[in-house]
């Protein structure tokens, strides 16, 4: 027998008699929704809230589910979320968001606890959490070490590209990807957010701490998930841990323990002949970090589902924090 209290919703939940917990996903028709969906199947320990079709975009509808769940993911636009925010009148709920609406504002917290004991705790501890990009995950899982062990300057001037797969562009652009009759270019990758105004930029910079945004080359391609992140550097630029091994070192020591993130050997790329596939981890969600290059010039790689740590795994990992359960539980690692 045991007796695990959750402070936030005077929560108490009991091997003989759990009480489970109410979530409702605002948005739950959308590609990170239906994921998330999928992966409470099965799940004894929480009760979701469904919205009727037909009400789905009822204001007052949602207002009602907000305020009855302990827990509302928010799978919208910008807008939507923001207005979504705005309805909560029980100080209980706690809104876990995966549009970008505020992943840099004050009071949220940032969804990704790899990074810091303090990013665990603000997870754990607060009613306000933001799940990151999925570009930006990548890119993060990357730069953040490298500037926070003091390796990589602040001002460094960051160049990423990443390669993802057409759902991150939501229905409507899967609905064309998927169509019989689709544009011949679909079939190869194709560069875009050619302003470099993508809107992952604001939180991988200040995340990581960079003193400029990073100059950054997205590239959608013709599979349905799946995600790497690249980043390449000049070692005669960093502060120190100027090796590949030096920099394998870091990563390995600075994600020990971590279920999520998992840092592979030196050379684990030529096992993929020397590449890595942008769909190698779709359906899968944790991330692999790979440390390629030599002494002059070293790519800093991160491969991983943009629909699971990159969206919806990412959710559902920072929930299970807030509930006090395994962070993996219902997630496919």
Request: charged letters at 25%.
């Amino acid at each position: 027998m045991y007796a695990l209290q959750w402070v936030k919703c005077g929560f108490e939940r009991k091997s003989d008699n759990m009480k489970k917990m109410k979530i409702f996903i605002d948005g739950s028709e959308g590609t990170t929704g239906l994921r998330i969906y999928e992966r409470f199947q099965g799940r004894d320990d929480i009760e979701l809230l469904k919205i009727d079709s037909e009400l789905r975009k009822d204001i007052n509808e949602r207002k009602r589910l907000i305020n009855e769940s302990d827990v509302t993911f928010l799978c919208l636009p910008d807008a939507a979320s923001k207005e979504s925010v705005s309805l909560v009148e029980n100080e209980n709920v706690v809104i876990i968001d995966a549009s970008t609406a505020h992943r840099t504002e004050p009071g949220w917290a940032y969804g990704f606890p790899e990074l810091s004991k303090g990013h665990r705790e603000a997870i754990k501890t607060g009613k306000r959490i933001a799940v990151p990009g999925c570009y930006a995950t990548g890119f993060i899982s990357l730069v953040y070490p490298m500037i926070a062990q003091g390796i990589m300057p602040a001002d460094y001037p960051v160049s990423a590209f990443g390669l993802s797969g057409y759902s991150g562009a939501g229905k409507k652009t899967i609905a064309v990807y998927e169509s019989e009759d689709r544009p011949t270019e679909l079939a190869s990758g194709r560069v875009y957010a050619l302003t470099q105004q993508h809107k992952h930029l604001k939180e991988m910079k200040a995340i990581t701490g960079l003193a400029k945004a990073p100059l950054f080359s997205p590239i959608i391609c013709d599979y349905y998930s799946g995600m790497v992140m690249s980043v390449p550097v000049y070692t005669d630029m960093l502060q120190k841990a100027k090796t590949p091994e030096e920099i394998h070192k870091m990563f390995s020591e600075f994600y020990a323990g971590q279920k999520f993130v998992k840092v592979m050997p030196l050379d684990a790329e030529a096992g993929e002949g020397n590449m890595l596939a942008g769909n190698g981890c779709s359906g899968w969600d944790g991330l692999k970090i790979f440390i390629t290059g030599n002494e002059d010039r070293v790519v800093l790689s991160s491969q991983f589902d943009n629909l699971g740590k990159g969206a919806s795994g990412a959710a559902i990992q920072c929930l299970n924090i807030v509930m006090g359960c395994e962070e993996d539980k219902g997630l496919q690692l």
